[in-house]
């Protein structure tokens, strides 16, 4: 190291070594340019004498947060950490924010094993931003940004324990910048529902093994996740209010977990012919128990997402006319069914175990009739809720 005129700042190489003691220790730290190694300097004399200083970590990012991510159980919030959420985080630090070799041997991932928890700055972060705005998914497309932010939760939340166990001073993503790119709106992004017509069609060709479970889904508008999860013990067939209670979901990725909101746990009305295609359904089934599965596969097993999307519900799609549509589309179309009818927003809402009605009307707004209706007739309103006594004597 080469001293320069600046006591505790070194030049080595292309870089600056600033140097200070705490507990009689001699600590190193480097910078890019003297500016930043006179600014550094400064600010660990004043750290180290007002006793603010503690000392940061020497364990590498990965090694931090490889550890990190099966230890991690969220902020203490009422919902819990899911462990769904922790395959989630585990995914996206192996396949985007860490170097590894693909099956094909390519360079995966962004930040290499050298680098230290300490050493990675508000600029490592917006470069590794502005990377994953440039990387492709498995279907070819580029990221979208609701991807990269997702991909960014786990960052931002690791950082945030190292700063709360004292390992650094600040987390590095705090103000960065995400992506928010225009996107050009086409009309199949809008929730597509099926026409009356096509539903009917759809339901009489689908498969006869499976046509009870989409009517059932058309009927009630659950989730396929929460109709893959339920069991007998959760659909009441007696007495004079039958129903289907909505207590947990499937994960397409294995394993059963409890609605993300209070608002996903629900009872949904069923209607008689339901009722008694149901029960004729029980009755045959192999798997009757109350524990049992509603809509097993063959071995009483949870049914798989991906496969009976592309063998089931894409052949009978096809021949309703409905090429593009998937499991959500029997939801939506549950929805514009109610809206047709006239049920009222804040119902629906509930009924489809949204978190709130304003959302609802967000998204099925295109299928409310946009005129603004006929005038109203304050006679016809007050000659239908008035007494006709009170009428008489009144004139």
């Known amino acids: 190291m080469v001293r320069t005129r600046h006591p505790g700042i070194f030049r080595r190489g292309s870089r600056y070594v600033v140097t200070y003691r705490h507990n009689g220790k001699l600590r190193k730290e480097t910078t890019r340019t003297l500016d930043e190694a006179r600014q550094l300097k400064a600010e660990r004399t004043r750290q180290v004498r007002s006793g603010e200083f503690s000392e940061q970590s020497r364990q590498t990012f990965r090694e931090y947060a490889t550890a990190w991510v099966e230890r991690y159980h ?31 041997g390519r360079l995966t991932g962004y930040f290499g094993d050298r680098i230290k928890l300490a050493e990675v ?77 096509q539903l009917a069609v759809f339901l009489a060709v689908v498969h ?24 007998w013990k959760h659909v009441r067939l007696d007495g004079d209010r039958p129903v289907v209670k909505v207590r947990r979901t499937a994960s397409q990725r294995g394993g059963f977990h409890p609605p993300k909101s209070r608002h996903g746990r629900r009872d949904v009305p069923l209607d008689q012919a339901l009722v008694y295609a149901l029960r004729e359904h029980r009755k045959t089934s192999e798997w009757s128990n109350d524990d049992d599965l509603v809509f097993p596969s063959r071995r009483g097993t949870v049914l798989q997402y991906s496969n009976l999307l592309r063998r089931v519900v894409k052949p009978a799609a096809e021949e309703a006319g409905a090429p593009w549509m998937g499991f959500h589309t029997l939801r939506h179309t549950f929805a514009s069914l109610h809206i047709a009818r006239g049920t009222n927003i804040v119902q629906l809402s509930r009924l489809m175990g949204h978190h709130s009605a304003s959302f609802t009307l967000d998204t099925y707004t295109h299928l409310i009739d946009g005129d603004v209706g006929a005038p109203l007739s304050l006679e016809e309103e007050l000659t239908a809720s008035v007494a006709p006594d009170a009428l008489l004597s009144a004139a």
Not at 77 to 104: C, I, K, M, P
Request: proline content about 5%; overall charge positive.
């Open 208 to 231: 006869s093994s499976h046509a009870l479970m989409f009517r059932l889904i058309a009927t009630t508008g659950l989730r396929v996740g929460e109709v893959f999860a339920l069991q």
């Open 74 to 104: 969220g902020r203490g919030g009422r919902h819990g950490f899911r462990e769904t959420t922790r395959e989630d985080y585990r995914r996206a630090l192996d396949r985007w924010v860490f170097q590894s070799r693909d099956e094909n």
């Open 121 to 197: 700055t508000p600029k490592h972060v917006a470069e590794f931003v502005g990377w994953l705005t440039r990387q492709q998914g498995r279907a070819g497309t580029p990221l979208s940004d609701s991807t990269i932010r997702n991909i960014l939760n786990p960052v931002r939340a690791c950082f945030g324990t190292a700063v709360r166990e004292g390992l650094i001073r600040s987390n590095p993503t705090h103000g960065v910048a995400l992506p928010h790119r225009p996107r050009i709106e086409e009309d199949d992004e809008e929730v597509r529902p099926l026409t009356r017509e």
